[in-house]
């Protein structure tokens, strides 16, 4: 059973930075490709940004050019480096293995999700 620790939000003002941190378990990180989503209430979770088992990348428009999606197969770890940070960003981030195309409507591999970790853009 694979499960994910979402970490690393916060309270940062317009502009600033956070580094989201994901930590799975599970046979098969290494071989599954990864992504985060975000959630603000009364809405449907938002696809943010994938990355292939191979390192390539892919990103939501909305955050092309100021967040960066990596990950360290050694640790099982996902992240997502988020510059400039808008108050349109504000939103709960939840990770997850996904199917590929890695796209906005990639499918997530598990109907179970972490508990996310919040993100408040806010001055």
């Known amino acids: 059973q694979v499960q994910f620790v979402e970490s690393g939000g916060g309270l940062v003002q317009p502009g600033g930075s956070l580094r989201l941190s994901c930590a799975a378990s599970?046979?098969?990180?290494?071989?599954?490709?990864w992504a985060w989503y975000r959630q603000v209430p009364e809405k449907q979770r938002e696809w943010v940004a994938g990355?292939?088992?191979?390192?390539?990348?892919h990103y939501a428009d909305s955050v092309k050019g100021r967040f960066t999606i990596s990950r360290d197969n050694a640790k099982k770890m996902v992240y997502l480096q988020m510059n400039n940070l808008k108050p349109e960003d504000t939103a709960v981030y939840y990770c997850?293995?996904?199917?590929?195309?890695?796209?906005?409507?990639?499918?997530?591999?598990?109907?179970?999700w972490g508990q996310g970790t919040q993100v408040t853009v806010s001055s």
């Open positions: 990355i292939t088992s191979i390192g390539g990348t």
């Open positions: 997850n293995a996904v199917f590929t195309p890695i796209t906005t409507t990639a499918r997530p591999r598990y109907d179970a």
């Open positions: 599970g046979s098969i990180f290494n071989s599954a490709a």
